[in-house]
Every structure is written in C-alpha cells, then in structure tokens.
C-alpha cells in the first residue's frame, strides 16, 4: 500500500457550510473566510452555488461574494451550478471551475434538485457544453453514494451508473459523496472504485460528512485506493439542507492534522487555518467542530497560562 505524499483539499466550507446556517452570514463575512482560507495555503476554495434563491437563500449572494473575494494566484475558485441558468449567472463571476451535482439515489435527486436522476444528466448537458467553450472545468458530485436519508443504503452500482453517465457527457472530475456520513470504509472504497472503474485515480475526489465519526477513516480508506483528492470543511461547517440530520463536512483542520502526522504534504498552514476557522466559528457564535482546532487551541491557553510573565 503506498500512500500519496501530496494530497489536495477543496475546501468548500464557504458553500457547504453556510449554505446550511440558519443565520444569515453576510457576504463580508463569507469573504473574509475565503480570503483567510486563501492565506492559510488552501490552493481551491467552493465559494458559493448558484440555486434557486427560494431554495436556498442563504447563497442568494453568490454574485456579490465572487466579486468580492481578492484573487489569490494559483487558488482556484469552484461554484455549484445545478442548471443553465445557474451556470450562465455563475459565468459573470469567473469561477475555475463549476460543480454540477446529481445523485446515486431517486428520492435524494427529486428532493433536492426536484427532478429525478435522468433528468438532471440531461440538465448538465448545455451546462458541460457552455462551461468547456469558456475554458471552465466541470467536477460532477455524486451525493448519496453509500447512503440516502430516504432510501437507506445506496448499492456501489449506483454510484457506477451515475459516474457512467457523468463520463458520457464529458464531466471532467467526479466527486464520491457521503452526504449523510453512515459510510464506513469499505463501503466508501467500494463507492470510490464503482466510479474509478469509469474516471481516472486523478479525476475523482472524496466529500465525506462525519454526522457518524466516520470521515477521517473514510479518507484514509480513499487514500488506500490512491485518491488524493477531498473536500473539506474549515471548523467542520456543512450539512445540504436537503438532507436533515446531516453534520458537517469533516473538518479541513482534521484532516491537515492526520496528514502532516504521517508526513503527508498539502501546502496548508494548519495554524492560519485554525485562525480561519476559529473567525467564522465566532461568528457563529460558536465553538469549531475540529476536535484537532480544540485541542491544540486548549494547548496553546494551558501553555500561555503556564508561560512567566
Ligand atoms: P425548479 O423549481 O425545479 O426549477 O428547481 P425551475 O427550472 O422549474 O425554475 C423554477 C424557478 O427557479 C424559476 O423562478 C427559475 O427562474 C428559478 P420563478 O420563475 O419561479 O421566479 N431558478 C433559478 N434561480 C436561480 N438560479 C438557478 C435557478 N434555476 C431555476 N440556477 C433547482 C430546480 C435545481 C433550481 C432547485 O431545485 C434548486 O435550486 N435546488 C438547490 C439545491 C441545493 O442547492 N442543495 C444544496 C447543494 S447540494 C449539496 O449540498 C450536496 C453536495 O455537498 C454533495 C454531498 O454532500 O452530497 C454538493
Ligand atoms: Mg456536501
């Protein structure tokens, strides 16, 4: 088993994450999270999706918040665009990348795209179309692929079924998405090589939610099959308001944590990243989710306290 020694994490907590706050977060906020997350080495950022703002009002910004973000060289910046509409509004903000996004299960997809799994492939064809004659890659997600929270347990071959489709359309990367987090390894990996067995190693990524504890397991599980690639969420921000119950992302710093412990690079600053996650945690009003931001933030106060004066 020979592990990557780079790894590379989306950080989509901007997305994600406040897309799932009761609260509104306002658009400066949203962008000083981006521009810290920038400044703590994150080379890829899910900034914001371009819905329906009667489904989801709290990205009803999306335009705003693109313009506001300071560009960073070498960062890319990623948005969701379930439509044409979506993608045509998203184009004025030039994204790097746009995210369409279907599901392995039937009631999931009419849930939180009201359309079934077909129709959405159909959806994301001009989006494909448009996105590639604008230079614009085009990662598709795939949500539900171990387990939806109104079919139960997802078969692998779904997963495969939808990755077909996202391959004949032209779809460049595929995301494996644990969107409620029962995964457990096994059934993650199985996930993962159902849509390996139609995208190449450095064509799909993970985006694992750790509602069950499971995600840093499930993302050393994807690295044994020599994925490289994972959406993470700084202070663990996340949930689809599609899906109740769902926690967050597993959290960016986590996962920075596990990967320079096994000497694992991925260009991030762990502290400016706590520091990222600590400014929209407060903002929140309250704690990070990241049990490594707690525990060494508690470190570093016992250590201050402990200093002389
Ligand atoms: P619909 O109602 O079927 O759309 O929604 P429609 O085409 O019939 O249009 C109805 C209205 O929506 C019209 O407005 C359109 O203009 C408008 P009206 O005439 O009624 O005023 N509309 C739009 N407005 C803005 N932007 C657009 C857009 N499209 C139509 N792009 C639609 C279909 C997909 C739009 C809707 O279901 C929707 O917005 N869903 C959003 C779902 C969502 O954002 N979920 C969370 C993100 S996915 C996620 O979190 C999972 C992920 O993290 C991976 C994982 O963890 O699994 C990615
Ligand atoms: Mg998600």
Known sequence: ?????????????????????????????????VHRLQDAGVCQIEVTSFVSPKWVPQMADNAQVMAGIARKKGVR??????????????????????????????AFSQRNINCSIAQSIERFRPVVQAAHAAGITVRGDISCTVGCPYEGEVAPERTG???????????????VCDTIGTGTPRKVQRALEAALAHYAL??????????????????????????????TSSAGLGGCPYAKGATGNVATEDVV??????????????PKLMAAGHYISEHL??????????????????ELAAAPA
């Open 161 to 175: 079924m939808v990755a077909r489709l996202m391959k004949e359309l032209g779809i460049d990367t595929v995301g």
């Open 77 to 106: 910046y990623s948005v969701l665009t379930p439509n044409l509409q979506g993608f045509e509004a998203a184009l004025k903000s030039q994204p790097d990348e746009v995210v369409v996004f279907a599901a392995a299960s039937e």
């Open 1 to 33: 088993m020979t592990l990557p020694n780079y790894v590379k994490l989306i950080d989509v907590g901007p997305r994600d994450g406040l897309q799932n706050e009761k609260q509104m977060v306002p658009a400066a906020v949203k962008i000083e999270l």
């Open 285 to 302: 009003g309250r704690a990070t989710l990241s049990r490594a931001a707690k525990a060494l933030m508690a470190k570093t106060a016992v």
């Open 202 to 231: 450095d064509d799909v990524s993970g985006h694992f939610h750790d509602t069950y504890g499971q995600a840093l397991a499930n993302t050393l599980a994807s690295m044994e099959l020599g994925v490289w690639q994972f959406d």
């Open 257 to 270: 944590y596990m990967l320079q412990g096994m000497d694992i690079n991925t260009g991030i600053d762990l």
